[in-house]
């Protein structure tokens, strides 16, 4: 596929670099600087210098060519200019946008789609990582999930800990405590356990699973001491993201936001009025601030500042104070390695993966209907779609043991109909499943997706 990507920014350039590694020919524009020249030596794609709003420089980025336009640009109005005029003067079929305002999200039904800005997807940061934090929140104890198969199905790990049920015992009686589950990987000391037959659970050991989202609770609890939810919640603030978040948080928990800025704390107490969120201006790595207002005897303690080292230390603060649970996020992946070496921080949140992950579900390859990234991005989990018939798949009425499946690929349930399914050794696919599966090591996806995309004489069913 030939794919424009706008804005070298953080995002842009992973993504950039991600759709090159998967086979895709990717152009880059952004305004010219010294960055931009050192993304084309250092990646195999091609970068257009000037601004992305204008004809010409689309024209010279071969717009006419382009299936796809991802705008990643920190600025709404350029994302927003740069796919009306791919639209009038190019016809690029599918564009997808990065918008952060909220006037904009707030009026996204009318602005946005075929008969408005041709806009055929809205990503929206501060939507992704609320989302990321209620999951989280309604399943505690876990550092990662993310929900497949029509939400019926997840992907999550979570940390064995002393008190968890099947800890000491071996690692596949986790599949026999709920028939409904599959183990996928497990990590020992950062390192991934090749084999896992006879092979016991230790404290310490991280352990991703696939399994029914309603049977989540039962099997975090084989593995860790479950703690009660808790209704209250304080949100670290001073970002877009904390103030969604604690509008978003606050229809089911009590919320205290604490923002660090008094101007910017004045222009969000409109927004924040008709919510139950009480704003408290001050900083909420201060310790007498802590002690002050109590908020150690706190449920939950969410830290989305947008500085990494004060997301860090007010967590551990209030985490050594009185064993809150606490979710923080982190944008740069040295400050990850730092904040989980202690494993006193309960959840990490990556904006990078959790924005990139939602890009790559709407920048569908053939048969992969949703797909997220873990583990920095070592690690990723696919929902792919099977397709055809035994003439036209390779993989219809066939068996795993069957296939040639590439190494690092392991799969998880399947969704046939509205029945829940696993993936073992007995199972058979058929046309309409959608399966979901987890590579440890996503350079094979390229080859998994091939493996399941029908024949090329293959039509669909209308």
Known sequence: MRIIIIGATMVGVELAEYLVQAGHAVTLIDS????????????????VQGDPTWPSVLREAGASNTELLVATSPQDEINIVTCSVAESLFNIPRKIARIRAPDFLNEQDKLFG?????IDHIISPERIMADAVVDLMELPGVNAINTFAKDRLIITSVTCSNGGKLVGGQILDLEIYDGRCKVLAVYRN????????NKNLE????????????????????????????????????????????????????????????????RITERLRDSNVELYCADASNIDFIMEEKLY???TFVA???????????????????????????????????????????????????????????????????????????????ELLVQGTKRSSYVVGRKIEDLNIPTGVHFGMA????????????FTFEDGDRVVVFLTDRMQMRALVKLFKPRPFWLPRW
């Not at 950062?190 to 037959?197: C, I, S």
């Not at 494993?343 to 990490?348: M, R, S, T």
């Not at 969704?415 to 007995?426: A, F, G, P, T």
């Open 114 to 118: 075929p008969h408005a800005i041709p």
């Open 304 to 382: 989305a500042a947008p500085n990494e080292e004060s997301n860090i230390m007010s967590s551990l603060l209030v985490q050594r104070l009185n064993k809150v649970r606490t979710i923080a996020i982190i944008r740069q992946a040295s400050f990850q390695d730092i904040a989980q070496s202690g494993n006193e921080i309960d959840a990490i949140i990556s904006p990078r993966e959790a924005i990139i992950s939602a890009l790559l579900s709407n920048i569908l390859q053939e048969g992969v209907e949703k797909m997220r990234i873990f583990r920095q991005g070592q690690s990723e989990a696919i």
């Open 297 to 299: 005897q706190t449920d």
């Open 32 to 47: 010219p600087s010294e960055e931009l020249s050192q993304i084309a030596n250092r990646l195999d794609l091609r970068v």
């Open 190 to 197: 950062g390192e991934l356990l090749t084999k896992l037959d």
């Open 415 to 426: 969704l046939r109909d509205k029945i829940i399914l696993k993936v073992d050794e007995n």
């Open 203 to 266: 404290i310490g050991d991280e352990i991703f699973f696939c399994c029914e989202r309603t049977r989540a609770l039962n099997l975090i609890g084989a593995l860790i001491p479950l703690k009660p939810n808790g209704k209250n919640v304080v949100i670290q603030g001073g970002s877009h993201i904390a103030d969604a978040l604690a509008l978003r948080l606050a229809q089911r928990y009590n919320v205290k936001l604490i923002e660090p800025d008094a101007k910017r704390a004045q």
